[in-house]
T-cell receptor
Framework: NAGVTQTPKFQVLKTGQSMTLQCAQD?????MYWYRQDPGMGLRLIYY???????DKGEVPNGYNVSRLNKREFSLRLESAAPSQTSVYFC???????????FGPGTRLTVL | AQSVSQHNHHVILSEAASLELGCNYS??????LFWYVQYPGQHLQLLLK??????LVKGIKGFEAEFIKSKFSFNLRKPSVQWSDTAEYFC????????????FGKGTTLSVSS
């Protein structure tokens, strides 16, 4: 099992460009999450999907959109990237929203 | 709103020293508690978790944590650290209610010198 996979691993964007971060899990988990990690800030939840077909905002949703494409895949889109979105993005999944979350390897995004 | 506080931002220890990392949370109800570890350049991995039962929880690599409900604390301990324990440690809490998010502390960086 690969667990949680994320693509790409690294990305550099210019301000105003758009991109989609991809996440997939092969553990048949119901819930999936997107976090951003910034120095000294810990992990902050951007969006989550408690089950297929549902998505909800987390602590820092502004500037992002998500799509729960199917049970396995949960993508994060930046429509118009800003330097404040420079961060490391982690996807995670769990059986239910109270269960242990398993994390992907992360995407390091730089917005110039 | 829930919050999680990790008291130490950066801890520096020598090998074989004992470790205790503090974690306090603010929420009056039932909680699920986690410690995650992030080794340099890697993703987060679960060290241990507490859902119910014995408040002293043992995790991987010799780590343990004690849930003290009266103090809203879930401190992480290890009797003798190794150089390979150098990492960032995150405490996380969610209220035991459907639809609530996992809240992370800001993390503690542990540096162990050999």
């Amino acid at each position: 099992n690969a667990g949680v996979t994320q693509t790409p691993k690294f990305q550099v964007l210019k301000t105003g460009q758009s991109m989609t971060l991809q996440c997939a899990q092969d553990m048949n988990h119901n819930s999936m999450y997107w976090y951003r990690q910034d120095p000294g800030m810990g992990l902050r939840l951007i969006y989550y999907s408690a089950s297929e077909g549902t998505t909800d905002k987390g602590e820092v949703p502004n500037g992002y959109n998500v799509s729960r494409l199917n049970k396995r895949e949960f993508s994060l889109r930046l429509e118009s990237a800003a330097p404040s979105q420079t961060s490391v993005y982690f996807c995670a999944s769990s059986w239910g929203d109270l269960d242990t979350q398993y994390f992907g390897p992360g995407t390091r995004l730089t917005v110039l | 709103a829930q919050s999680v506080s990790q008291h130490n931002h950066h801890v520096i220890l020598s090998e074989a020293a004992s470790l205790e990392l503090g974690c306090n949370y603010s929420y009056g109800g039932t909680v699920n508690l986690f410690w995650y570890v992030q080794y340099p350049g890697q993703h987060l991995q679960l060290l241990l978790k507490y859902f119910s039962g014995d408040p002293l929880v043992k995790g991987i690599k010799g780590f343990e944590a004690e849930f003290i409900k009266s103090k809203f604390s879930f401190n992480l301990r290890k009797p003798s650290v190794q150089w390979s324990d150098t990492a960032e440690y995150f405490c996380a809490v969610n209220a035991n209610q459907a639809g609530t998010a996992l809240i992370f502390g800001k993390g503690t960086t542990l540096s162990v010198s050999s």
